[in-house]
Nanobody, 120 residues
Framework: QVRLVESGGGLVQAGGSLRLSCVAS????????MGWFRQAPGKERVFVAA????????RYAASVKGRFTISRDNANNTVYLQMNSLKPEDTAVYYC?????????????WGQGTQVTVSS
């Protein structure tokens, strides 16, 4: 398994921006894809974005496409989620995730989560 530590959450007004970071350790970072998920109060955890091992391919949930950007820095074992034009409905706990493989597949490691709150 991989140890994942998120940071960068906080309170922001609607229309604002935040950048989440997730530092990974315990396995060669460039060997696996990474992702971000979120869970709003009373709701299930849902997919937000993912990036393959090299950063050459990304995927986004329809609700964030065009506003959020996922990226990674393999030299520093870090994945980022740049969130722009934030909306109140983006309020959730955001979780970093490591996939089992270099591409898409099952998630086998989760971070502890970081709270993002968007006020209207």
């Amino acid at each position: 398994q991989v140890r994942l530590v998120e940071s960068g959450g906080g309170l922001v007004q609607a229309g604002g921006s935040l950048r989440l970071s997730c530092v990974a350790s315990g396995r060669t970072f460039s060997n696996y894809a990474m992702g971000w998920f979120r869970q709003a109060p009373g709701k299930e955890r849902v997919f937000v974005a993912a990036i393959n091992w090299s950063g050459s391919s990304t995927r986004y949930a329809a609700s964030v496409k065009g506003r959020f950007t996922i990226s990674r820095d393999n030299a520093n074992n870090t994945v980022y989620l740049q969130m722009n034009s934030l909306k109140p409905e983006d309020t959730a706990v955001y979780y970093c995730a490591a996939y089992q493989t270099a591409g898409w597949g099952a998630v086998d490691s989760w971070g502890q989560g970081t709270q993002v709150t968007v006020s209207s």
